[in-house]
């Protein structure tokens, strides 16, 4: 592949598009318990939206750095090709690009001061933090094997749980289980990454949990993960739904027919990753899961919106 030096083509490619779902899902989530509680605003919607955005973009590209500093984006690298270790984007505009995405991120969040309170300040910085301490510094987390746990921590738990907040000023236990079901279905999309490259992150001291506890396991929990998260969808709804007899059509498709599209498409996903196995092959299901975590949120925010309706 061709690509000019810190071109736009470059810096696209630097962003990973097919990993902004990971962004937008948990938003989506958000919102539709907000609108459940009929609490649901435009404004700080939007303003959720560009943040998580331009934090996933900003860690993309600080994993991006700090991984070719590392020594991690060798030529055996099975996963598609990185902006800097392919010389892409020079090492000294990376940084400034860091920079740029996470000053832009910030000044699309300062909106939500107005509406949830300068605490907010707070949730910024700790997600600036994560972003920046994910593959970098002392002790970073996806080299130490607690990238899952932050992935559920951050893309679930605070993304879907401030998303709602900053809407309606409260919290309640459906943002933490739905959080919970979200963070799941967004860390199969790291999981399916850390499976593909198992073999080379044992070599350069990336210990994920899947090259530490071997191939069996990454398969296993990638199917785990999509399982336990619709099951989880599936109570909140029956507990949020109305006694049957006020059942309709529509109800009856909340709490079946849409969460079993979401596990389909997630077990179509995980028998091709059972059949495949290893390689590049692997990255053509990246946009697969990314779709399928689309489509859990979207079922999930569609599915509260029309029950509180």
Not at 5 to 23: D, G, I, V
């Amino acid at each position: 592949m061709v690509v000019e030096t810190n071109s736009l083509k470059a810096w696209l490619l630097a962003s990973r598009p097919k990993t902004l779902a990971a962004a937008i899902a948990p938003v989506c989530v958000g919102c539709g318990i907000a609108a459940y509680y009929g609490q649901f605003k435009v404004v700080p919607a939007l303003a959720c939206l560009f943040f998580a955005v331009a934090m996933q973009i900003a860690a993309n590209l600080i994993n991006d750095y700090f991984d070719y500093l590392k020594g991690a984006d060798g030529e055996e690298r099975l996963g598609p090709l990185r902006a800097t270790s392919q010389g892409w984007i020079t090492p000294n505009y990376m940084k400034i690009g860091i920079i740029a995405v996470i000053a832009l991120g910030c000044c699309c969040g300062s909106i939500l001061i107005y509406y949830a309170g300068i605490e907010m300040i707070a949730v910024g910085l700790f997600c600036v933090i994560f972003a920046y301490i994910y593959t970098s510094g002392p002790f970073p987390l996806a080299y130490n094997g607690l990238g899952d746990v932050a992935v559920i921590l951050f893309f679930g738990l605070v993304a879907v749980g401030f998303t709602a907040y900053v809407q309606m000023l409260r919290w309640t236990p459906l943002l933490i289980w739905g959080g919970l079901a979200t963070g799941m279905v967004v860390n199969t999309l790291l999981v399916l990454n850390n499976y593909r490259d198992r073999e080379g992150d044992a070599k350069v001291g990336k210990n994920t949990l899947i090259a530490l506890w071997g191939e069996t396991f990454g398969r296993y929990i990638y199917l785990a993960l999509g399982v336990v998260a619709v099951l989880i969808l599936h109570l909140l709804f029956h507990e949020a739904l109305p006694e049957k007899s006020d059942f309709t059509l529509i109800h009856w498709c909340c709490l079946f027919v849409m969460p079993i599209i979401y596990l389909l498409l997630h077990y179509f996903t995980w028998r091709k990753i059972s059949l495949i196995r290893q390689g590049r092959v692997l990255n053509t299901l990246i946009g697969e899961t990314s779709r399928n975590m689309l489509i859990f949120s979207l079922t999930f925010a569609i599915g509260f919106a029309i029950i509180g309706y």
